[in-house]
């Protein structure tokens, strides 16, 4: 006599599929198997254990591929709630939990070896240096060393009985923390991410199972060790939590999720929190007094009044004057990349764009080649143009290595460097919104220059002004003198809160949201839609905005996106703005889903 199993695979359909297998195999829940699916050798995992099914003649399991459980109920449970939250089937989120050397049909056979009794353990560490006892906070500091001067305890008790998971934004953060983290806990840290090699995931997944300190970028939270008791969110506001790339999640909703599956305790850290961050644990702060390092003031400057267009106006030149006189470094932040923007021909006008996306490519000095800003693809540039074969090609706009030869040419006293290629002697120095991702070093300066805001502001995003925010006050850790802002709209709110306390910022930008039913409060979803077909792909867009609007949703588009190609694949986007719910969500999932099971295009979403 038979028995049956309930197995999910790693396809969109949310649903499972019966088989059945010998009763002298040794099957539960959690484990994997090999199946014929559709004709092909699949590894699926096993979610149930049913006495009967409703299909008569079962396919019989191929084989077992593990001795064990490879994934405790738990985790199937928290791949089904996550299911509930974002467009994906529980399969897919399951196979996310696991290595990719266990995601084939390879036949290796697993031994797991972790004590099930750790599978429900829960952590409680609160932290000695406040009064909290609830299971989320929020840590404030200007850096990483002082934030870890306060969770670094809470981890330490931790280890003593479960795991912690620390989670940073980049590899580059991660390997510097570490450093400092190894001195405190000595060969206890293993790293997962992705950049790392397949083997050396697995390993690292094996050897972190239990009582163990996993050190990860974003996905490593979906291999948590069984007895995770403490999460660590380090700059919690950082955008590269987002997962841009098929599948679609924020670090910070998982992490929130499986905190209360688990019942343990989430510590969010960072300079500044994130407005949703803000708006759930704003009385459950924890932070020290800013450095004394801090600038005395963000001094905003108007440009507007200046006829002259140019990038370097007359009173940044005089505040680099002086900063030279004075035998000060400032930094000059332009975040435009190359020598110009447009690349066009002087006599017939063409505009040289990039082969596979509709963007103008930009010149690099460096290489003298046309790169595009998006998929960074080169192309080599004709000495003349090869479209009408006579006019030659001229540049247009401004890039961070044109402003550099500008400020090289009226002040050739000083010693201008790029970024990368600064040091002790350097005076003036370039960079772009990069110079944040180095904001652990704690590299100081004496002045900043800001030379475009406006661009931050002119983003079509709900969101744009507190970005803003937090990246002029971020950049402002960085010098001691002052940070100068250039706009031509300094009456705009953003700079009249610039100067004052961050938490008068949070909550006016809060009430403006309120009002508007603007996230936290509201939902806002953006849908972008993407295949090689033009014409199909605005049909499909079309309905899928008919079909949201007859179930009552606020939808706006479609709209083509900037750029309207990328990477060989034209792109339409949908806005729909809701109420916040898992009712308002399931709308937008099973619409997402039909188009997803029913269409060769790709859909992607973002919800907030």
Not at 72 to 88: H, M
Not at 156 to 167: D, Y
Not at 281 to 308: A, C, D, M, W, Y
Request: net charge positive.
């Amino acid at each position: 006599m038979y028995k049956i199993i309930k197995v999910v695979v790693a396809i969109s359909l949310d649903k499972e599929f019966d088989y059945c297998f010998n009763p002298e195999l040794r099957i539960s829940r959690g484990m994997r198997v090999l199946v014929d699916f559709n004709g092909r050798k699949r590894v699926a995992i096993v979610v149930g254990l049913p006495k009967s099914s409703k299909i008569k003649k079962l396919k019989p399991v191929i084989k077992v591929l593990d001795q064990e459980s490879l994934l405790s109920q738990e985790k199937i449970d928290f791949a089904k709630e996550l299911s509930k939250v974002y467009p994906y089937s529980r399969g897919e989120f399951l196979f996310m939990m696991l290595p990719s050397y266990l995601k084939k049909a390879t036949g290796y056979n697993y031994k797991n070896t972790t004590d099930k009794t750790l599978s429900k353990a829960s952590g409680s560490a609160d932290l000695n240096e406040s009064k909290h006892c609830e299971k989320n906070v929020f840590i404030k500091a200007d850096d990483f060393l002082k934030r870890y001067s306060l969770w670094k305890d809470a981890v330490s008790r931790e280890l003593n009985k479960g795991s912690v998971l620390i989670c940073f934004p980049q590899l580059s953060y991660l390997l510097k923390a570490k450093q400092i983290i190894d001195k405190d806990f000595p060969n206890r840290a293993r790293v997962i991410c992705s950049q790392n090699k397949e083997k050396d995931i697995f390993f690292n997944w094996e050897k972190t199972r239990n009582k163990a300190l996993m050190l990860g970028t974003r996905m490593s939270i979906f291999y948590y060790p069984y007895d995770l008791g403490l999460i660590i969110v380090e700059e919690e506001n950082n955008a590269c939590y987002f997962q841009e790339e098929k599948p679609f999640y924020h670090l910070l909703d998982v992490a929130f999720l499986l905190a209360r599956l688990k019942k343990i305790k989430l510590i969010l850290s960072g300079d500044f929190p994130s407005l949703n961050t803000y708006n759930r644990i704003k009385r459950k702060l924890i932070f020290l007094k800013e450095s004394v390092n801090l600038p005395k003031t963000i001094k905003i400057i108007e440009t507007g009044r200046f006829k002259q267009k140019t990038i370097i106006s007359p009173i940044l030149s005089e505040l680099l004057r002086k900063m030279l006189k004075d035998d000060k470094r400032g930094v000059v932040l332009w975040n435009r990349k190359g020598f110009s923007r447009v690349i066009s021909c002087s006599s017939c006008g063409h505009v040289f764009k990039c082969e596979h996306c509709s963007a103008f490519l930009q010149l690099s000095l460096k290489s003298k080649e046309g790169i595009c800003p998006y998929c960074q693809k080169k192309a080599s540039l004709p000495k003349v143009c090869n479209y009408c074969q006579s006019g030659y090609l001229k540049n247009s706009g401004y890039g961070i290595e044109r402003v550099g030869l500008i400020l090289k040419k009226m002040f050739p006293e000083a010693k201008v460097s790029d970024w990368q290629d600064k040091d002790s002697k350097s005076q003036i120095i370039l960079s772009t919104s990069k110079i944040l991702s180095h904001l652990y070093d704690r590299e100081v300066f004496d002045l900043g220059f800001v030379l475009d805001a406006d661009s931050f502001l002119a983003r079509t995003d709900y969101n744009a002004t507190f970005s803003a925010f937090i990246y002029f006050k971020q950049l402002s850790f960085l010098f001691r003198d002052a940070l100068y802002i250039f706009t031509n709209n300094r009456n705009y709110y953003l700079f009249e809160q610039l100067n004052e306390q961050w938490n008068k910022f949070y909550n006016l930008e809060l009430s403006f949201r309120k009002k508007l039913n603007l996230p936290p409060f509201g939902l806002v979803a953006k849908l972008t839609l993407r295949a090689k077909d033009k014409n199909k792909l605005l049909k499909r867009a079309e309905d899928l905005y008919s079909r949201l609007e007859e179930r009552s949703q606020e939808v706006y588009g479609p709209f083509q996106e900037n750029p309207f190609r990328l990477r060989d694949k034209f792109r339409y986007s949908l806005i729909v703005k809701t109420k916040r719910g898992l009712a308002y969500r399931k709308v937008l999932k099973e619409e997402i889903k039909k188009f997803r099971t029913f269409s060769s295009l790709n859909l992607s979403a973002i919800l907030q």
